[in-house]
């Protein structure tokens, strides 16, 4: 079965400072990867996805993530943090088309919080 | 361009009572969604639509009713609701349901039984 793990409800970074929030997942076939930001009382915006090539993916705001196929990782991260970075962070994941499964597994999310 | 829009956003249902949560695009996406938000439990899929009069079921399907008469609307209705149906609602579309696409979202609906 597809699942997705968050392992950490919430991450505190220093404002200027790097930011890592992870993500393991695990899937038959290949992976597409997914982050998503949720600002307080807003939906979900689409930041990046893996689907293929480029280990490496470059997203919105800043942000980047690297894919990770031999530690089943796609860990979001930022080389400086901002205090409006802080928000709560989904990652997803959903794998080759099979009629009647196919939907994105969600991660519990990741509170960031950037302090000034 | 309006994206995925979802009414209402706040509501307050008592026990028992029914009610339908709109939702529309207008990016012509084939493909709908229906996700309920509960802490601790990230998103879990009430019920999906690959195109208009199809329809199926998701992981929590039970006490919910959706429909696809157009591309663009995917209403969800609470048949009778529930304490446990208290949540937050997101709406949300993409150009076909294979799985490499990105879903776009709506911003939300909460919704609160009593």
């Known amino acids: 079965a597809q699942s997705v793990a968050q392992p950490e409800d919430q991450v505190n970074v220093a404002e200027g400072n790097p930011l890592t929030v992870k993500c393991t997942y695990s899937?038959?076939?290949?992976?597409?990867l997914f982050w998503y930001v949720q600002y307080p009382n807003r939906g979900l915006q689409f930041l990046l996805k893996?689907?293929?090539?480029?280990?490496l993916v470059k997203g919105s705001y800043g942000f980047e993530a690297e894919f990770n196929k031999s530690q089943t990782s796609f860990h979001l991260k930022k080389p400086s943090a901002l205090v409006s970075d802080s928000a709560l962070y989904f990652c997803?994941?959903?794998?080759?088309?099979?009629?009647?499964?196919?939907?994105?597994?969600f991660g519990t999310g990741t509170r960031l919080q950037v302090f000034p | 361009n309006a994206g995925v829009t979802q009414t209402p956003k706040f509501q307050v249902l008592k026990t028992g009572q029914s009610m339908t949560l709109q939702c529309a695009q207008d990016?012509?996406?084939?493909?709908m969604s229906w996700y309920r938000q509960d802490p601790g439990m990230g998103l879990r899929l009430i019920h999906y639509?690959?195109?208009?009069?199809?329809?199926d079921q998701g992981e929590v399907p039970n006490g919910y009713n959706v429909s696809r008469s157009t591309t663009e609307d995917f209403p969800l209705r609470l048949l009778s609701a529930a304490p446990s149906q208290t949540s937050v609602y997101f709406c949300?579309?993409?150009?076909?349901?294979?799985?490499?696409?990105?879903?776009?979202f709506g911003e939300g609906s909460w919704l609160t039984v009593v």
């Open positions: 949300a579309s993409s150009y076909s349901r294979e799985p490499g696409n990105t879903i776009y």
């Open positions: 899937v038959s076939g290949n992976p597409y």
């Open positions: 893996y689907i293929t090539g480029d280990n």
């Open positions: 997803a994941v959903s794998s080759a088309w099979v009629y009647n499964t196919d939907k994105l597994i």
């Open positions: 990016m012509n996406h084939e493909y």
């Open positions: 639509s690959v195109g208009a009069g199809i329809t």
